[in-house]
Nanobody
Framework: QVQLVESGGGSVQAGGSLRLSCAAS?????MAWFRQAAGTQREWVSY???????NYADSVKGRFTISRDNAKSTVYLQMNSLQPEDTAMYYC?????????????????WGQGTQVTVSS
């Protein structure tokens, strides 16, 4: 079991930026970000493997950047050009061998979430 602690959420105006952090209590191969807006299902945002492979949902590609510091067991999500539709609770997830890196049910470890609110 890996403990995950997110930070960095907040409220910004459209076009602004935020940087989310997720610190893991131990080693984990794949770390990902998901988000869930009110009344919707949790959706995948991005993932990073310890080998450096990354990928993004089409809705955030070109605006969000995932990075990780393996020495600190921490993954970051730099979010630029934020839009109101990015408003959601953002969750960090981790697993050593998810079957699908873009499917929430395949991740066994989750953080408590950090709220991101973007106003127009």
């Amino acid at each position: 079991q890996v403990q995950l602690v997110e930070s960095g959420g907040g409220s910004v105006q459209a076009g602004g930026s935020l940087r989310l952090s997720c610190a893991a209590s131990g080693y984990t191969d794949t770390m990902a970000w998901f988000r869930q807006a009110a009344g919707t299902q949790r959706e995948w945002v991005s993932y990073s493997s310890i080998a450096g492979t990354t990928n993004y949902a089409d809705s955030v590609k070109g605006r969000f950047t995932i990075s990780r510091d393996n020495a600190k067991s921490t993954v970051y999500l730099q979010m630029n050009s934020l839009q109101p539709e990015d408003t959601a609770m953002y969750y960090c997830a981790a697993d050593d061998n998810p079957v699908r890196w873009n499917r929430a049910v395949d991740f066994r470890n989750w953080g408590q979430g950090t709220q991101v609110t973007v106003s127009s």
